[in-house]
């Protein structure tokens, strides 16, 4: 009895020794809202259609964050030729909320087929370098083709102004066990080596979708 009693102590005191989770302080309350519901006060979308909201409060408890995904899109009779994507980033107390960042990227004038799109399952909310500024990280495919090739790919973590990214391709299944793509090159980690590591680990987490 006496030495299990030491075993559980010695285990409770390793325990209260141990370093707080990487990801500790970080955003609260972290949801995708219904698209269809109505925005927050202050918050414009920028495109036609609605396809994602989120919303979080971040570590102060006081601040709140806003992320509108929207896309809009062109067509003729025989098929789509423009599509648009847009990403707002808005933060600020509830009812004074303020775009702090806005990314806008897509295909136009495109005669073959369009890929314009999110990634599903991409969208996270995080602090993984602990300091404060919540990371808004997303992906996202375009590409215009005639024929069956690896589309663009981009991951993007969006912290405050801030924009930091990994760009390349997804992987395409080619048959026999054989794929394309899949490659990228990161920009904008410099100094922030624990972004840039959760963003590759992202990127091969989405490389299947």
């Given at each position: 009895m006496k030495r299990c009693a030491a075993l559980f102590a010695f285990a409770l005191l390793v325990l209260s020794a141990a370093p707080a989770s990487?990801?500790?302080?970080?955003?609260?309350?972290?949801?995708?809202r219904n698209a269809t519901e109505p925005l927050p006060a202050g918050v414009k979308v920028k495109g036609a259609t609605i396809d994602q909201v989120w919303t979080w409060t971040e570590d102060d408890l006081l601040t709140t964050g806003v992320a509108v995904f929207s896309s809009s899109e062109r067509a003729t009779e025989q098929h789509v030729t423009e599509r648009k994507l847009y990403v707002q980033l808005y933060r600020g107390k509830p009812g004074k909320l303020k775009q702090v960042r806005l990314v806008q990227d897509g295909v136009s004038g495109c005669d073959f087929d369009v890929t314009a799109s999110l990634v599903p399952g991409s969208v996270t909310v995080t602090d993984e370098d602990t300091d404060g500024k919540v990371e808004?990280?997303?992906?996202y495919d375009t590409a215009c083709r005639s024929d069956v090739s690896p589309v663009t790919r981009k991951l993007l973590v969006l912290e405050g102004t801030a924009k930091h990214a990994l760009r390349g391709s997804a992987k395409l299944d080619v048959g026999n066990g054989a794929t394309e793509g899949g490659d990228y090159k990161a920009d904008g980690f410099a100094k922030q080596p624990a972004l840039k590591s959760f963003a590759v680990a992202q990127w091969a987490a989405l490389l299947s979708k």
């Open positions: 990487a990801r500790e302080p970080g955003p609260h309350d972290v949801a995708q808004l990280t997303f992906a």
